[in-house]
């Protein structure tokens, strides 16, 4: 038993973009032999191993490949040099249920949709009651799907999909299925299954769980292969890279534009007082955009009065790029409101050490009345910043909390933690 | 996995995408399955008053059978067309009209093309079974014939099989196939003797003698079929050896060649759909 789960060797696929899509004989004749069309590397030499028993992340921006070559992996499409190999069964969650047939029950569809996935009836009848215990819908898995919602719809479907036991387990993006509750149900499925010493192999754009979840991952931008390796350390690079990316953006976008301005695609407020500028800035002072766990950092809020204000209160908050709510604080709260404000002034927030994990995050600025009921300025994600990876260091999720272990006796390894 | 369990897995696939075709298709009609009855009756209803009544068509009293009923005549050459266009273009859509699956997951795809002709073939046996009933109720004798109408069944379908896995890649590349053929069948059907017998193209070929036109005529493996499912089910005799053979040989190479062209192309529908 070689312990290479999926091998993908010098793989290169290409789409031929035709000037006009005309899927037609009178068009074919027309053009004779030379149709125009040009040609599109979607994946270009990609070579790279998958271990077994390895969850493995796909990496990339959105058309650097990564659907194309999971497809790829899946045989669903061909590629037109290299190859693929592949050892032992698999089995891909691209598109949850679309083997099932409208009019037929949940129940039947369970049958077509597993043999579609190459089970045989036997082994069917013995995941039947865990797959429908899985997907929740009992009491409707004798109605015809049609009646379905469509959280019961892709439920089912991944039920089966989920049963189905391949050695390899091909999944694009499909963790964002039903509430939450199933959703702990899939990620405790996949844990199982990992213990099991099966292969996942998962293409997503939450960098949060991939991290997380993935041990080794390959990079691809453009069709080619830009790392392999531990998981972690592209997933970082990866948002370092797309910071930098964004960074250039910016520069591009500010030469055209006063300096002043606010980037914003929400705002509103009564304009008494607004918001001129919003700055993040680093320990020296700087203005930057990118922050490093544990840093020190300043947020400071640039304003414009109209008119005097009495008592205003200024607000921040930060969402993550998924919308979680991660935080936010006002200057009430936060016991400092002054008397009075005019003209142009500015105040800030200082953070003595910034308590985020690495992503990418956006402020949320605010200035209202004493109240807080009547909004002078709001900007809803005015400034995006990344925070890389710094100390303490921790395994996953949104905040740092700075936790030790403790209560046994153990060494700290002397070994630099792998990155 | 070995290759047996390999066939085994897709022998369910096959069961199940059939059942899929054959409950899904009359899903939701106050008559369900009966509709695949009513279709064939409806146009031999037609085409006996038509071809039957109005136009005087004179059929003989068949041998060695000793029946004379238009309509069972009919019946005999027409349900086997009639099945025989079903497989053929359903098997052209058969891609196609599973495109999302197509696309998502990976299958053997040559199970949807055969799964809908294995539910058409359900269907074509309902109504041959049901024309042998009564054709048994008129006096005549099929029942020795059984095993040669079964046999000439999946002859028919194997015919319709390699011509939809041919049409089926033709349809993914050209979507004008499927309303080119849809001409075809018109054609094909007059060309073939369902509604007027044999003797009214033989008659003409003795007319003109240097055209070869029965030659050329008995060409249609359709032309072929017509004889012998007549001969089996309305005539009760053995049809001439020539026949049989041309019958057996046509749809194996048909099959061959179509599922051939099939396996070609499979691996690059998916981009194309």
Redo the contacts between chains.
Sequence with gaps: MSDIAVSVNDVSKR?RMYAERN????A?LMRGRRASYEDFWALRDVSFEIPVGSTFGLIGENGSGKSTLL?VI?????PDQGAVAING?LA?L??LG??F?P??SGR?NV??NG???????KQIDAKFDEIVDFSGIETFIDQ?VKNYSSGMYVRLGFAVAINVDPDILLVDEVLAVGDATFQEKCMEKFAEFRRAGRTVVIVSHAMGSLRSMCDRAVWLRQGEVVRVGDATGIVDDYIDDGHVERERDRERRDEGQARETVIVDGRWGSGEVQLTDVEVLDAAGRKTHLLRTGDPATIRLHFHCERPIDKPVFGLAIENLDGVYVWAHNSRDGDYVPERIEGDGSVDLAIPALPLQGGTFDLIASVVDYTTTHVFDFLRHCYRFDVGEGYPRESGGIVVLNGKWTGLDAKPSTAPIAR | ?SLVGEL??S???L???T??EI??KY??TALGQAWSLVNPLAQMAIYSLVFGFVLQNNVGPAHPSGLHVFALWLSAALLPWIFFTNVMTSGMAAILSNS????????PRYTLVVSSTLSWLFTFAIEISVLIVVVLIFGGMPLLYLPGIVIAMILLATLGLGLGFMLAVANV?????SH?ISILVQVWFYATPIVYPLTLIEGKARDHPGWHILTIYRMNPMERFSEVFRAFIYENRMPPTATVLYVIVVPVVVLVLGFAIFQRFE??M???L
């Design positions: 789409f899927q037609s004989l009178k074919a497809k899946a045989r669903i499409l061909r069964s891909a691209l598109e679309s083997g047939h009019e037929l039947e049958y077509l043999s579609i996935l190459g089970m045989n009836r015809p | 996995m085994r897995t022998q369910d696939l069961l199940n995408l059942k899929r409950t899904g899903k939701r999302n699956l197509v696309k998502k997951v990976y299958f590349y050209f979507r004008d196939t080119f691996g690059a998916a981009e194309e």
